[in-house]
């Protein structure tokens, strides 16, 4: 391995085992370097400048509910073909990546990897695109998606439950574990689109439902592919009286 590439290594262990500490005593003990490149960062950044140039952002021109990628310019708050067809449960979504890139590197990463500190800066950049929405002001809980509890404790962490305390903590609003998923359910990227959906029915139960009623809810995910998953979450928390769910990845 590579020197530098090796140096990394060891410093994404170490940030592994102080994960664990609480945020501001960590703080104190450890200067905060780039998750990318490793370089020393100040207090406030999660990304050096150069590396956070390299996370590929969201088009402008995108879905108003779903945030998906409009191929050619459309207009401003214009639906895309699949939320015109059948409208998702949440009211909008945003997430400060695309599914690509350094983006996608640091998602296998944070996910594949066991690097369960990469939620504080992916945490970070969420929560900034969260407070650049019209609707941040909306949001009185944060709600990670749930693993199944056997995948989650094959992988050692649920990394949306990870980022939800993330998120939490910077936009200073609760985090609750408020979704249990019922059903360890396939692997969506193997199924086609109305499979997706019929494999997600009855997939989530609020176990939370007083501290949820008439709350508006932000939905965390890493990952926002067909949005079939983060969808049946939040029918399931509007069915228990939700009154808004806008959602959250960190990349789209
Ligand atoms: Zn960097
Ligand atoms: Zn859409």
Redesign the pocket.
Known sequence: MHGRALALAAWSRIRSLRHSLGREIEGLLFPSACPLCGSPLGEESSFCLVCLGRLPSLPITR??????AFPRVRGIGA??L??RSRR?AFRSATAPTRFRGAARDLVHRFKYGREPWLARPLGVLMAEAVQAEPWQGEIELVVGIPLHWRRARRRGFDQAELLAREIGWCLKVPTIRALIRRRATRPQVTLPREARRRNLEGAFQVRQPTACRERGILLVDDVLTS?ATADAAARALRSCGVRRVHLATFAR
């Open positions: 879905c108003r509910l779903c945030a998906r639906l895309c699949r939320c998702p949005g």
